[in-house]
């Protein structure tokens, strides 16, 4: 027997996509601006994800 994976469709919450792109140039900065980098993407996944189902 074979597993297939589910084909559900997901919504991505408003602020995810946006969140993430902060990693996308993160290989051409400074490895000591990672952590100013880390915590901006941290905080805006933060936010983002606490809006869902109004919590």
Known sequence: MTSQPLS???QTPAGI?????????????????????FTAIHNSLTAALSSIDDV
């Open 8 to 10: 559900v469709a997901v």
């Open 17 to 37: 996509v946006e969140s993430l792109t902060g990693l996308q140039d993160l290989d051409d900065l400074p490895t000591a601006e990672h952590v100013a980098r």
